[in-house]
């Protein structure tokens, strides 16, 4: 059995739509036989799915994922577990291990219903992934009857309570972290309009306004995909809403994808009167990148 697991920076891609790359693991009895990286020649939907099938994949684990393109994986024969975030060593090891339990590494903000057993190897039956039923984004237990896995290494199981329970957010936590690009490490800095370039990210906390500072510099020096790699940094961080001025295609779909809220042409003024307005209700949430150009 061979498994593809979407990778960006050693975690899980955030949006496997914009993934460019993945980790091949060939799997033997509990073990891992061989383990490479894999780039995709195409960066198509049709393309994706046809390079996976000539790679003979069974499996592809990944972050958020299109309707349409986890539907053309499907039909390619490919089994989708999406939604999934965290270090992509810990979640090799925990499938491995036959431990992997997908509410344990769900996305952030990713509500899941139902729970769906399917052994892998097991039933030649499909899991439904038209996102109707158990809900979009589901939770699948894989592992029973794999082996005994390596006995070490980061792989582990964090509980069978109710995922719903766990998830629920309390009404006291409804507003979350908010991520704001700013041109210093500073309340009283100013809005950075950029998003994909802006100097840094002050992820504030609304109740208390305690925050801490992310660098962007990364992304700065970047000629291509700075916007995705600063929604990967938003994404880390936790945060559920980002106020900023504007944000290109690719980085508002990871930042969609990832049930992150996005609050474009904030400008002129301090991140402390941005997040105040946001506070007043003065900002209304985009559907759509206000930019259509690179890196933003």
Not at 37 to 57: C, H, I, P
Not at 154 to 166: A, D, F, I, Y
Not at 213 to 234: F, H, K, P, R
Request: neutral net charge; hydrophobic residues 40%.
């Amino acid at each position: 059995m061979k498994a593809a697991i979407s990778v960006w920076n050693d975690r899980i891609a955030p949006v496997f739509d914009v993934a460019r790359k993945v980790l091949l693991v060939d799997m033997d009895k509990g073990s891992a036989m061989n383990c490479w990286e894999a780039y995709f020649l195409s960066e198509t939907d049709e393309g994706k799915a046809k390079q996976l099938r000539e790679l003979d994949v069974d499996v592809l684990i990944c972050g958020a994922v299109s309707r349409y393109l986890e539907t053309t994986l499907v039909n390619a024969g490919i089994q989708v577990i999406g939604f999934v975030a965290g270090e992509a060593n810990e979640i090799i090891d925990s499938w491995l291990s036959g431990d992997f339990h997908q509410q344990d590494y769900a996305m952030p903000g990713c509500c899941c219903r139902g729970f769906i057993l399917k052994e892998l190897g097991g039933s030649p039956e499909e899991v439904s992934m038209n996102g109707r039923g158990a809900g979009r984004c589901r939770q699948q237990g894989l592992g029973q009857g794999m082996g005994q896995g390596r006995g070490q290494g980061m792989g582990r199981r964090m509980g069978q309570g109710n995922p719903q329970s766990q998830k629920r957010e309390t009404s006291e936590n409804v507003m979350g972290k908010i991520a704001v690009s700013c041109v210093e490490p500073s309340l009283d800095a100013m809005i950075d309009p950029r998003f994909g370039r802006a100097a840094g990210f002050l992820i504030v906390d609304p109740d208390t306004m305690q925050f801490e500072y992310l660098d962007n510099g990364a992304s700065q020096a970047m000629a291509q995909g700075a916007g995705i790699q600063a929604a990967e940094t938003v994404y880390r961080s936790g945060a559920k809403t980002v106020l900023t001025g504007y944000v290109g295609p690719k980085a508002f779909q990871v930042l969609s994808a990832a049930g992150i809220q996005v609050i474009q042409n904030v400008e002129n003024m301090s991140v402390r009167q941005a997040i105040e307005g946001f506070k007043a209700g003065r900002f209304q949430p985009a559907t759509q990148p206000n930019r259509m150009g690179h890196g933003r």
